[in-house]
């Protein structure tokens, strides 16, 4: 049972990340162009300038 | 009979199987790569900036991406933001972004210009951000090039920007992304303890603490959107499906914490968080579908959305947005442009005044009489002088026409709320009924017995019932979608599914709401030479011409005789009169004269749309009644009525009558579904049962619509009410089925057998088969 006691920690802080990581998405406005964004990844040439928004 | 009577459909064009170059379109015979000029340019254009790997990836509809001859030009410069250090920014609304690959011609054409630092295009938006360093003029240059490709630009209206920023769809997302972090690292530590009988009682407890440490903070935040709905439905006094979520998230939360401390058997996070992400789950599935509604909507109002040119003392014309116009200015109002506002003119004009009255012929309007604002100029640019500003003007007055009968339209309680009004009091009688039997008669601790009657709240959670409708809503808008159906009124697709009696206006709905020339064996070389001669004006009946010979090169030397016809050397086309013919045919005819030679007659009828009759029957077939309704002349509407199969018509309604008569019909307890295109239809849309409105409709008929149809034609309305009808029926099955489901779980739940581990796996099977039932609702 000493085992939960580092398992369960790890778990949640991966889980957090994971959570953090969603809500920098959302704020970083990732979410707003879903069918653009699964079209640029087949573009293959490079871009000329694009903005980071 | 009258002319529209003797209009016959036009012969189909000879199909060929080749396609134009650029946007895809039909060629007809006789063209080898290119359906048009504006499209061999684009064509050029995309292959002098070496983006041609366009055409092998666009997925666009045939014909979409057609650069218009003449674009509207509106002047982008003041609407460049200058930011910092010389950095010009536009927000630009793009028509016709409609797959990956504009987004990527469409960045890279942007990028390919020297001085444009960047250009980002959102497709679900359809928004383009352009910057660059330079004068704010190039807003114009960059908004050019992209005519030239077949795209068309307006500037993003606040309307615009409201409808694509969703503070709120994000607020949602953010709260589904928490509640699903939460119901998974609870459900971790649940199932040891639900597999865990062996477990020590300190390891227990010790796990119930940790699901309450991640448990109530989800609760707390990820419920906030349920919450505030329920807060605000209990100050109104209506119970609500949101209430009865909040009641039974929180309770259960609560009586969990209370499980905890006492270090209780179970504790119920895992299903008052799995809960929440479900529920969310259906609301963000739901508000993305309609997002997508308005935000076409937006965009075609930002399209229509214009400036005027107001003149100033000094003989310069400035643009200004309508709304800044004050009654005494003088504006120029350009041939083809829509009026803004009401004014008079010092000159006869000729206005198309369609919009507004519905009158299927431009008709002149002598000096000094009042033109109505929604009507389109097509005679020559003139001056006029604004005698109401856009608040008191007469498009305000048909506004305020529309508010009102939006709100004598009553509130309309979707089926979801009206299943709600009757379970939310009858779920709480049976757990405060569970609380007094274990309490009272059984004589159980107060504490047993309270976990049981929040197990029966929590169990009854309308999870399936909170589902089952907007999953059935997502499905059947998104397929409506792909139909060229937006959907943009939440409880549109139920109206639909009940209309019964459908009313249609006439011109631009059942007809194309313009002229087409009537075939009656014109000599083609003569046709095209007129069509020639044609290309130099923008009226109604030489446009329509032109579109019978759209091949037609231009004639040298035209010029105008105003308010009679076009000459060119000895050629003459205009009036019968102005050819040398008698005066008396009748309104659509055109008259051609080369030299001496006899004149030779075109006539025009606003055709019927070639899909309306089958329309018409199909929305027979569903058991609708269908009546015309017109603001045109008795003749007219007549022939239209007749060519349609629809007997029943009334004509010279003007938009009150238009109301009256939609009031008179739900009088008689018939549901109307309105179509109308019209300005004048905008009062009739706004009281009717369900309203639509087909492609091309003015932006007030757009705003009064719950069903606006992009494609041509009326054939997707009669395939929206089977969608609509279905969708229903499935909404019906889906509420039926949580009901019943409920039935057999709530006896188990007053028995106090219901543990953590039944109610995640009731709750999570009835969602599933829920959902699983409404992905059917696409299908016709």
């Known amino acids: ?53 | 009979m009258s002319l529209i009577g003797r209009a016959r459909p036009l012969p189909p064009e000879a199909v060929s199987p080749a396609a134009c170059a650029h946007c895809g379109a039909r060629l007809a015979p006789g063209q080898a790569r290119f359906c048009c000029a504006g499209c061999e340019g684009a064509h050029a254009l995309v292959a002098g900036l070496g983006l041609a790997a366009f055409y092998r990836r666009r997925e666009t509809e045939a014909g979409a991406l057609r650069p218009e001859a003449s674009a509207a030009a509106l002047d982008l410069a003041p609407f460049a933001a200058a930011g910092a250090d010389g950095v010009q920014r536009l927000e630009l609304v793009v028509s016709g972004l409609s797959c990956g690959a504009c987004v990527w011609l469409v960045e890279q054409a942007l990028a390919a210009e020297p001085d444009v630092l960047s250009a980002r295009a959102s497709l679900s938006a359809r928004r383009l951000t352009v910057t660059w360093r330079g004068p704010a003029a190039r807003a114009n240059d960059f908004a050019g090039l992209l005519a030239r490709l077949g795209f068309r630009v307006a500037p993003f209206s606040p309307a615009c920007l409201r409808a694509s920023e969703d503070a709120e769809g994000r607020a949602l997302t953010r709260a589904l992304g928490i509640a699903a972090f939460g119901a998974m690292n609870v459900m971790l530590v649940s199932v040891a303890v639900w597999v865990g009988g062996d477990m020590g009682e300190a390891t227990r407890h010790g796990l119930h603490w940790l699901a309450a440490l991640i448990g109530m903070p989800v609760v707390l935040v990820a419920g906030m959107p349920f919450y505030r709905s329920a807060w605000a439905a209990l100050r109104a006094g209506r119970p609500s499906m949101d209430l009865a979520v909040s009641l039974g998230v929180l309770a259960t939360a609560l009586m969990s914490l209370s499980e905890t401390i006492h270090n209780g058997p179970y504790t119920w996070f895992d299903g008052a968080t799995m809960l929440l992400a479900l529920l969310l789950a259906g609301r963000v599935l739901d508000r993305a579908a309609r997002r997508r509604a308005r935000q076409s909507v937006a965009e075609l109002l930002a399209l229509q959305e214009g400036l005027v040119a107001r003149l100033q003392p000094d003989g310069r014309t400035e643009a200004v947005p309508a709304e800044r116009v004050a009654a005494g200015d003088r504006v120029l109002v350009a041939a083809g442009e829509r009026l803004r506002l009401d004014g008079v003119a010092e000159q006869e004009v000729l206005l198309d005044a369609a919009a507004t009255t519905g009158e299927s012929l431009p008709r002149p309007y002598a000096p000094g009489q009042p033109l109505p604002a929604g009507a389109v100029n097509m005679g020559a640019a003139f001056t006029m002088t604004v005698t109401a500003a856009a608040r008191d003007g007469s498009l305000a007055a048909m506004a305020r026409l529309l508010e009102r009968a939006e709100q004598a339209k009553g509130r309309f309680v979707a089926i979801a709320d009206r299943a709600a009004r009757f379970y939310v009091p009858v779920v709480h009688a049976v757990a405060a009924l569970t609380f007094l039997l274990w309490w009272g008669v059984l004589e159980a601790a107060w504490q047993v017995a309270l976990v049981n009657a929040v197990c029966v709240l929590l169990i009854t959670c309308p999870c399936a019932l909170a589902l089952a409708v907007p999953a059935v809503q997502v499905v059947a808008v998104g397929g409506l979608f792909r139909r060229g159906v937006l959907v943009t009124s939440a409880t549109a697709l139920e109206r639909l599914a009940s209309a019964d009696h459908a009313v249609l206006d006439k011109t631009g709905t059942l007809t194309e709401g313009r002229p087409v020339l009537i075939p009656e064996g014109q000599d083609g070389g003569v046709l095209c030479r007129a069509a020639g001669l044609a290309r130099a004006s923008r009226h109604p009946l030489a446009q329509a011409l032109l579109r019978a010979c759209p091949e037609a090169p231009i004639a040298e030397g035209v010029h105008e005789v105003p308010g009679r016809g076009l000459e060119a050397g000895a050629a003459r086309l205009g009036s019968p009169a102005f050819c040398g013919l008698e005066a008396g045919a009748e309104g659509m005819t055109l008259a051609f004269r080369e030299g001496e030679a006899a004149p030779v007659l075109f006539r025009f009828a606003d055709h019927l749309r070639e899909d309306a009759p089958a329309a018409v029957a199909a929305l027979k077939d569903l058991g609708l009644g269908v009546e015309l309704l017109s603001g045109d002349g008795e003749g007219a509407v007549a022939a239209v009525a007749w060519q349609a199969g629809i007997p029943d018509w009334r004509a010279g309604a003007d938009p009150l009558a238009k109301q009256r008569r939609i009031e008179a019909l739900k009088a008689e307890g018939r549901r109307p579904l309105m179509v109308g295109d019209g300005i004048n239809d905008a009062a009739a849309l706004a009281a009717a049962h369900v309203s639509a409105s087909p492609a091309g409709a003015t932006d007030l008929a757009q705003t009064a619509s719950d069903l606006v149809l992009q494609r041509e034609g009326l054939a997707a309305l009669p395939s929206a009410i089977r969608i609509a009808r279905r969708a229903q029926g499935i909404a019906r099955q889906n509420i039926g089925f949580s009901l019943v489901y409920n039935v057999l779980a709530v006896p188990v739940a007053v028995a106090g057998l219901v543990t953590p581990l039944v109610a995640a796996v009731v709750m999570a099977s009835s969602s599933l088969v829920v959902v699983l039932n409404a992905l059917r609702a696409a299908k016709e």
């Open chain 1, 1 to 53: 049972m000493d085992s939960l006691l580092l398992l369960i920690p790890i778990s949640l802080f991966l889980g957090f990340l994971g959570l953090m990581g969603f809500l920098w998405a959302l704020r970083t406005r990732q979410y707003e162009d879903l069918d653009g964004a699964a079209a640029r990844i087949l573009f293959d040439d490079q871009p000329g300038k694009e903005t980071p928004q």
